[in-house]
C-alpha cells in the first residue's frame, strides 16, 4: 500500500514539474490553451486575442532559445532592454522585424532579432486576429549583464534596488 502510495506521489509531482509557468499577474492575458494541429499542417494557435497569441509567440521564443534565458526576477538595473517590432502572416511566418527601442547596445539587439528569427516559423494566428493578413506584435527582451534574457510577456517582476 505504501509503495502504491508513493509512485502515485511521485507521478504527481512528475505531472507538476513539467507544467510551464504562469503568466505574470501584471499581464492581463487569457491563456489560449496552447497550439493545436491542423490536419498534419504547422501547428495552429488557439489564441482568441492578440494578447494571448502574443503569449503563445513568446512560450515559442523562450523555448526556443532556453540556453539564453535566465530563470527568476530581472535584475534591478538591466543591462539592456530592447523592444522588438514584429509581423506575423496567416501561415506564422515572420515577415518583419525591426527594433523599436534599445540602449544601442548591438550585442543584445543581435541577440534580439536572432532569438525571434530563430523561433519562426510560429503557430498560425486565428484569423480573427488578422489585419491586412497578418498580426502585429511588439514585444520586450529584458537582459541582464550576462547576455540572458526574458520577455515581458513571461517575465517575473523586477528586482527592487
Known amino acids: 500500500m505504501i509503495k502504491i502510495i508513493s509512485l502515485l506521489f511521485t507521478a504527481l509531482l512528475a505531472s507538476c514539474a513539467t507544467e510551464s509557468p504562469p503568466p505574470t499577474a501584471s499581464a492581463a492575458i487569457e491563456p489560449s490553451k496552447g497550439p493545436v494541429e491542423n490536419r498534419g499542417e504547422r501547428i495552429a494557435s488557439r489564441a482568441t486575442s492578440v494578447n494571448a497569441y502574443k503569449l503563445d509567440l513568446a512560450q515559442r521564443i523562450a523555448a526556443a532559445n532556453s540556453a539564453k534565458i535566465y530563470s527568476g526576477r530581472p535584475q534591478a538595473l538591466l543591462r539592456s532592454v530592447v523592444v522588438l517590432k514584429y509581423a506575423v502572416d496567416a501561415n506564422g511566418n515572420l515577415v518583419r522585424s525591426e527594433i523599436m527601442r534599445s540602449n544601442r547596445d548591438r550585442t543584445t539587439e543581435s541577440t534580439a532579432l536572432a532569438s525571434l528569427r530563430s523561433s519562426a516559423p ?40
Open 122 to 161: 510560429f503557430p498560425k494566428p486565428a484569423a480573427s486576429l488578422l489585419q491586412r493578413g497578418r498580426v502585429e506584435l511588439s514585444e520586450t527582451w529584458l537582459f541582464n549583464n550576462d547576455g540572458r534574457f526574458q520577455l515581458r510577456t513571461i517575465a517575473l517582476p523586477q528586482m527592487d534596488r
